[in-house]
């Protein structure tokens, strides 16, 4: 495992807890809570965003939007050259695929697609792939089980590091 570029001590993982829970915490606030000068905590939110430890960005709730299909798709290309580079840039080209990965297990590429109904998915999407892959697969989400949850990896993170060291 690679070294992080960034290590974070206790009371970096403490303010990055508190901002999971709630993102526009005032600085004076997190200072109160945290017991150390508001100057301290505004220093260390710079240097954390500095090293790109988090970024601010806002969760959007698609649903909301008319964005009713998430699918998970596995791909393989087999294919040549030509081909893995076409699908690259057709991935990189289409904003309904909100994530893209290269991966190492039973498929090559992993990739997220957000579209408004089944069929759009299908004809509008999925075909395009079919071409240029010589094994695709995919899940369409029926419901989810457990929300992206920083918060509490967070805490296991200094748990685990901080628990440890103080015995």
């Known amino acids: 495992m690679r070294e992080p570029a960034f290590v974070p001590d206790e009371l970096d993982l403490m303010i990055l807890e508190y901002m999971a829970k709630d993102a526009n915490i005032q600085f004076k606030k997190l200072a109160e809570i945290l017991k150390v000068d508001q100057r301290t905590i505004a220093k260390r939110i710079s240097i954390m965003k500095e090293n790109r430890v988090f970024r601010n960005k806002i969760e959007v709730d698609w649903q909301r939007l008319g964005i009713a299909i998430s699918a998970y798709v596995g791909a393989e290309t087999g294919l040549g050259e030509a081909d893995v580079k076409r699908m690259h840039d057709y991935i990189r080209k289409e904003p309904r695929i909100i994530e893209a990965y290269s991966t190492i297990g039973d498929q090559e590429y992993f990739f ?48 685990r590091r901080f628990t440890h060291e103080k015995r």
């Open 112 to 159: 997220k697609v957000m579209e408004t109904d089944l069929q759009s998915l299908r004809e509008e999407v999925m075909t395009r792939f079919e071409p240029i892959t010589a094994k695709l697969t995919s899940s369409i989400i029926s419901s989810q089980i457990k929300q992206q949850d920083d918060l509490a990896l967070l805490q296991f993170l200094r748990q």
